[in-house]
T-cell receptor, first 118, second 114 residues
Framework: AQTVTQSQPEMSVQEAETVTLSCTYDTSESDYYLFWYKQPPSRQMILVIR??????QNATENRFSVNFQKAAKSFSLKISDSQLGDAAMYFCAYRTMYSGGGADGLTFGKGTHLIIQP | NAGVMQNPRHLVRRRGQEARLRCSPM?????VYWYRQLPEEGLKFMVYLQKENIIDESGMPKERFSAEFPKEGPSILRIQQVVRGDSAAYFC????????????FGPGTRLLVL
């Protein structure tokens, strides 16, 4: 079974600075997807960014980018120019590319609580 | 384009009652997923449905929990004879049937069992 580990329960960053959230995962598969979701105090789960494992290029979405290291099974999220609205729980998630046998659901890490200091 | 809709947003039940949680997927999405989030935890996959079919219920507790996604209407997650340990946030997500099938989440239903 796949596992996702987020080793930082909480991170704090000054507004306008850059912060990196760590995520590692364990899988024996070669084809899969990785995601970062954000959960603000409203508790709505919001997709931040997505990475396909077969793509070597790291995904970027405006101020959000990832450092995907397939061999190391690492998928960190970098937030540049942090804003107060970035304060939230951030969850890393894994999903196999194939269907069936419990593979369709996302496997989530336990989350990192990001605090933005004004 | 409306997102995933869930209702109710908050639900209070006494032990032994039934809880019914509803989820309407995004327009154009035919796949629905249910997750449970306990306090201070990440989301745990429960069940994956397509219209009129349960595709994967490997994360669903064997007793008291059931899910359906009828041809017409929302998907329903039903919890019979609720116990205090069922208190959690229940999230529904939907995805298209093609491509990466990225899952988009609803706002969740917070269930409190007294």
């Amino acid at each position: 079974a796949q596992t996702v580990t987020q080793s930082q329960p909480e991170m704090s960053v000054q507004e306008a600075e850059t912060v990196t959230l760590s995520c590692t995962y364990d899988t024996s598969e070669s084809d899969y997807y990785l995601f970062w979701y954000k959960q603000p105090p409203s508790r709505q789960m919001i997709l931040v960014i997505r990475q396909e494992a077969y793509k070597q290029q790291n995904a970027t979405e405006n101020r959000f980018s990832v450092n995907f290291q397939k061999a190391a099974k690492s998928f960190s999220l970098k937030i540049s120019d942090s804003q107060l609205g970035d304060a939230a729980m951030y969850f890393c998630a894994y999903r196999t590319m194939y269907s069936g046998g419990g593979a369709d659901g996302l496997t989530f890490g336990k989350g990192t609580h990001l605090i933005i200091q004004p | 384009n409306a997102g995933v809709m869930q209702n109710p947003r908050h639900l209070v039940r006494r032990r032994g009652q039934e809880a019914r949680l509803r989820c309407s997927p995004m327009k154009g999405h035919s796949h629905v997923y249910w997750y449970r989030q306990l306090p201070e935890e990440g989301l745990k996959f429960m069940v994956y449905l397509q219209k009129e079919n349960i595709i994967d219920e490997s994360g669903m507790p064997k007793e008291r929990f059931s899910a359906e996604f009828p041809k017409e209407g929302p998907s329903i997650l039903r919890i019979q004879q609720v116990v205090r340990g069922d208190s959690a946030a229940y999230f529904c997500a939907s995805s298209p049937s093609e491509g990466v099938r990225t899952q988009y989440f609803g706002p969740g239903t917070r269930l409190l069992v007294l």
